[in-house]
């Protein structure tokens, strides 16, 4: 059925996506959390009046500078590539996907772009309390821009709130709260944007044990390691509990993600949690489904039970139950899903055909058929499967999202614990003395660009065949174009990005060796 | 003499980008990436294909609907 999709085309528009969202990505953490530290210093200078705070503030403030400027305007490239290499995908989101969006830019202008001026220039210009008032609205704007884009992105990985138009192929979002609240949407925004506080945490606590074992700054450097360690501490636990709330998301609205990212093959009651693992090709793939076993592996028993349905001898359908389905447990097969796909593609189908005949009849038949719950929740809710010819399409790289999960997971971890440590040592006194964890800390800035950028390959990666969950195959959603012309402009973003990220770098480095003059 | 408030909007940003010391390259940067973006990408390799394509809504969702639900 999808003989006619150049597979290059999807790869490279895949690709370029990837390569513009991870690059973008970059940049955005570091200002989601750096604003915030921010503030919380400047509070620190406005409620005591001591002028060190101030000096501590502008030199972070500096850096955030240098991340905001480089990074600004890198995430409108996503929305170029949505009309031209993803328009049927645009078309078929529809409102669902504008709304939010235009929310996200009238705010970002607004808040970021007026606010952002009187913190960069307002210092002895308007009050100190106007002025503080300003930095903590560019770090709500920032978030705020950022909780509008993971409510688009939740609403891909699980679509509700929406009407499915047969006459114009768009969704159209007839419940607003559905779509801002879902639990996966609320889950998302929190699990991102604590992953953006804890980055900016351990990145201000590297710098600054740069600065300890230099022996210069240390004022400046014990004093942004006890409000980044604090800050970093609090939202560790935070995200380690959205993350949790995040996973037993996925376990009912992304089955087969949850599967992959955890290696499962064969659905268990009382499943154990890999914690380590190293997979392995598996002797006896007859259904060619790339399986892997743990060469090597240690197992918390029982405990992906409870991490998914919250009892230990839960039953947790594997990547085999969910394709071939399971009776047991209620799983219908993807074979079926892809004749009940097929036939709301047809009905689609006949409903146009009916209507370009000016049939009016059957027109209205077919089209009552979209608004039928019945129809909605036994057919359309598995258009997407229609597209598919083989029911392995449907297992993502599992590998892939295995191991970019557990990087995740296992350096989140490794942040909490450090944080802890660096609180500890400021509390005993014992910083400059502790010289393994200060060089550790500096080493974990570049980790926490990976942990963070993990996480998006678990969501995004972990959720492939689709782009939108269950509605639309990825390869469905690309526009038909010349495959050269999206190679060129793959090719031209990793110059600019690469570019770009030399600059901030550069720019930023230097900025830290000269210090807070 | 008070100034009016545009007179003191405008110096509050002409006093801001005049002493700016990092801030000068930032700038410099921000614009050849907004030139580079819309002046080149945006008008030369990013049209918004069914824009480009099709005149009018209607034309828009029937491309759709075909590439949606017809057998490839």
Known sequence: MLENIDPSLVSWSRGQFALTAIYHWIFVPLTLGLSFIIAMMETLYVRTGKEEWKRITKFWMTLFGINFAIGVATGIILE?????NWSNYSWFVGDIFGAPLAIEGIMAFFLESTFIAVMFFGWNKVSKRFHLTSTWLVAFGANLSALWILV??????????????????????????????????????????????????????????????????????????????????????????????????????????????????????????????IMATAPGDTNSRNVKDFAFHIEIPNFLSYMAYGKFD?????????????????????????????????????????????????YALLKAKFSDPDFKNTYFRYFGYGFLDDHNQVIPNVPLAFYSFHTMVGLGFLFLFILFLFLLALFRNTLEKRKFLLRLSILCIPLAYLASQAGWIVAEMGRQPWVIQDLLPTMAAVSHINTTSVQVTFWLFAVLFTALLIAELSIMIRQIKTGSK | MERSLFQRIFLFYYDGFRNMTVGKKLWVIILIKLFILFAILKLFFFPDILKVRFTNDRDRADYVIEQLSKPR
């Not at chain 1, 609320?186 to 991102?192: E, V």
């Not at chain 1, 600054?208 to 400046?220: D, M, P, T, V």
């Not at chain 1, 047809?346 to 055909?353: D, N, R, S, Y």
């Open chain 1, 314 to 362: 839960a039953f947790v359908p594997g990547v085999n139950d969910l394709v071939d389905g399971n009776v047991d447990q209620n799983i219908i097969p993807v074979r079926d899903k892809i004749e009940r796909g097929k036939l709301a593609r047809e009905t689609l189908a006949e409903l146009k055909t009916a209507r370009d005949n000016r049939d009016t009849v059957k």
């Open chain 1, 80 to 84: 170029f590539e949505f009309g031209t």
């Open chain 1, 152 to 277: 688009a992105n939740a609403w891909m990985q699980n679509p509700v709130g929406m009407q499915f138009n047969p006459d114009t192929a768009r969704n159209e979002m007839v419940n607003f709260w559905q779509v801002f609240l879902s639990p996966v949407a609320i889950h998302k925004f929190i699990h991102t944007i604590t992953s953006g506080y804890v980055l900016a945490s351990i990145f201000v606590i590297g710098i600054s044990s740069w600065y300890i074992l230099k022996k210069r700054e240390q004022f400046l450097a014990k004093r942004s390691i006890l409000v980044a360690s604090v800050f970093g501490l609090v939202s560790s636990l935070m995200l380690i509990y959205s993350g949790d709330g995040s996973t037993r998301q996925i376990v009912h609205v992304q089955p087969m993600k949850f599967a992959a990212i955890e290696g499962l093959y064969n659905g268990q009651s009382g499943a154990g949690l890999v914690a380590i693992g």
